[in-house]
């Protein structure tokens, strides 16, 4: 993809290890500037407020990046000085946690953001008038009383044979059972077609 790419890497890093992390920090930052396709890279170190993370054991410091393209940040990725600085947090053990990465496109713009609320209400009422034609045709194709999936209730007539309220005074609860199942499949085959 040749669009910008943007990177915003999460550190927690114990304060005992600061002096590593930020000689290690400035070396990286100071090298990557100078890299292929680097626009920006700046690190920020978390304000106090009132619900920072940052405590007594760790400081929070966040990389973010700017890169032409995902092309320049992977070559950046490979780099020595990027190695460098991994090798460096990790031997010195500087984190209290893996660091977390997001990787995001371009900022978006006004006219960006009501054309994709825009896209997805329309997706969400799509999902919605399917949802509500597959309901209609499961009311539609249903006999009276039956409960689509489940076997149709029977009561014992008067001579003692069981009746199925969809098999007659002859029908039997497997031939009941049989008709539950067509219109089961009668569902099923219309849920798709609406699908397609």
């Known amino acids: 993809s040749h669009a910008a790419v943007f990177t915003y890497l ?28 680097c626009a920006r890279v700046d690190l920020h170190r978390e304000l106090p407020w009132a619900r920072s993370i940052s405590n007594d054991e760790f400081t929070l410091f966040m990389l973010c990046q700017e890169w032409a393209t995902a092309s320049h940040l992977e070559v950046h990725l490979q780099s020595e000085h990027s190695q460098r600085f991994n090798q460096v947090v990790l031997a010195q053990q500087c984190l209290v946690t893996e660091p977390s990465l997001s990787i995001c496109g371009s900022p978006l713009s006004a006219a960006d953001l009501v054309e994709r609320g825009a896209s997805a209400a329309a997706d969400l009422a799509g999902e919605a008038a399917e949802a509500a034609a597959i309901a209609r045709l499961e009311a539609a194709t ?30 039997s609860s497997a031939s009941a059972s049989q008709t539950a199942n067509r219109s089961t499949l009668l569902v099923q085959s219309g849920a798709m077609s609406l699908r397609r």
């Open 10 to 37: 999460m550190f927690h890093v114990r304060n005992r290890r600061l002096p590593e992390f930020c000689d290690a920090a400035a070396d990286l930052l100071e090298t990557t500037k100078h890299d292929p396709g």
């Open 142 to 171: 249903a006999p009276s009383g039956v409960t689509l999936g489940t076997r149709p209730s029977s009561t014992a007539t008067g001579d003692g044979a069981v009746s199925g309220s969809l098999g007659g005074s002859r029908g």
